[in-house]
């Protein structure tokens, strides 16, 4: 890189390379392949499947995990919109930030999983974050919160969602049905 760049690199890499875990990609030798090609982000999408359904994908990570020898972080994904389809309402439906499923997954299979991360779809604003914050209560400082911009109203609180995001995600293919994609980038 030094050669191409004219720089050096500095330390690790700061992107991640994230893998939606699922029905062909949760056994544990799809998974040891995975890890070993590079995946440093397993994202278990809760929009899909049961807590019995996640729980049998960890424990083949885990495993996965300790036979590599590599480890990496796990991902939360929370949102439910419909019956699995987009549905863009630009200043017409104001949603909770938590569904009640989305609280009995953390509650109950996020926390006593010790999860990582959580990526938490169509922020909207800051206010959103304070209040997954208290919902983890004592794990608030311990879990992460990554912040997906899927709306307008989230581009235009962007600071306040940054300040109180430990990271950040624009999802294109969401903000893009609600703003032109050339305003996106």
């Not at 700061?14 to 397993?42: F, H, Q, W, Y």
């Not at 999983?113 to 400082?141: C, P, W, Y």
Request: contains cysteine; proline residues 3%; hydrophobic residues 40%.
């Amino acid at each position: 890189m030094e050669k191409l760049l004219g720089v050096a690199a500095q330390g690790r890499p700061k992107t991640k390379i994230v893998c939606t875990l699922g029905p062909s990609s949760r056994s544990v030798d799809m998974l040891e392949r995975l890890l070993r090609a590079g995946m440093n982000v397993a994202r278990f999408n809760f929009s899909h499947g049961t807590h019995a359904y996640h729980q049998h994908t960890l424990d083949n990570l885990r495993t996965a995990m300790r036979n590599t020898g590599i480890l990496r972080c796990r991902c939360e994904n929370y949102a439910v919109l419909g019956e699995k389809k987009n549905v863009n309402l630009p200043g017409v439906v104001d949603l909770p930030t938590l569904t009640d499923k989305d609280v009995d997954d953390i509650l109950n299979w996020g926390i006593p999983n010790e999860i990582d991360v959580i990526a938490l779809s169509f922020v909207q604003k800051g206010s959103d974050l304070v209040e997954v914050r208290k919902l983890l209560g004592k794990h608030a400082n311990i879990i992460l919160l990554i912040s997906k911009v899927e709306n307008q109203e989230g581009i235009d609180n962007f600071d306040e969602i940054l300040a109180n995001s430990n990271g950040f995600m624009v999802a294109r293919g969401d903000l893009g049905m609600e703003i032109p994609i050339e305003k996106i980038f």
